[in-house]
């Protein structure tokens, strides 16, 4: 990827919930079974459990169904070497690399709900860009909590990276418009726009986050460059309504999906491309601004199948 380090072993271990409990669970459900009907029966509405979804679980299902028909599979130990293959090329050869600016400083905006790690994840992503040698910026346009804009703070000391911030309840638009001329200024490389944790559910709040995204654009040439949305794994079924409603507000173009440590399922990491096809992008594994992988969907199926 280029920016990000692809450790297998560090995938695997924040993969571990969900590979005890996903994998051993289809491997308890499968192994030592004869294929059939009923057991495809279970074998559905285990996978419709794991966050994968209904409509991509039965077009797993059919592909099995029409396998076991024509003789190629018989056992359920089969079975989840097929997931395991059809998964791997369940996604297209998207370009998940963050794409910059030609030229000046690149912006990436930021969105996501309160609670979804949002905050955790713009450091994750700014230790790795500093890693790399670019210099970061940092705009806490979250303006209406003192918290959001402290949390900012005490990543970007512990980081070595500025920040810039407006007055408490003020326009979040004009902090990021300040950001932008501070970072052309400045000559950053790199612009991370941190915004209100709002929930999609609220029109009026989604406005203003398409607000901020309209100021970078006439202040920056083509920004910005990237929009990046902050998904709680945890959270399921419902994180694909979020991505769903801020694609249409901010044209998302590729999702950060945090807290895949901390969920016994998964399986949203598919329903993602299935049902939104936004690209994920990046996946945070563990706590530390360390623990964060590039999306590599070949990568991801090994470590979650692996003993």
Known sequence: MGLFSKVFSQVKK????????????LRSLLTGRTLSDELLEQLEARLIQSDIGVKTTARLLEEIRRAHKEGEIDKGEQVLEYLKQHLMDFW???DRRLRF???GPTVILVGGINGAGKTTSIAKIAKSLRDEGKTVLLAACDTFRAAAVEQLEIWSQRLGVEVVKGKQGGDPAAVAFDACEAAQARGIDVLLVDT?????TQDHLMRQLTKIRD???KRIDGAPHEVILVLDATTGQNAIQQARLFKQAI??????????????????VVAIREQVDIPVKFIGVGETPDDVEPFDPQTFVEALFAD
């Open 14 to 25: 924040g993969l571990a919930r969900t590979h005890q409990t996903f994998v051993g669970g």
């Open 101 to 103: 600016a030609e030229s």
């Open 215 to 217: 100021v970078a654009a």
């Open 251 to 268: 044209d998302v173009t590729g999702v950060f999906l945090a807290k895949l440590d901390g969920t016994a399922k998964g399986g949203i």
């Open 196 to 200: 209100a944790g709002r929930l999609h």
């Open 92 to 94: 297209p050869r998207d």
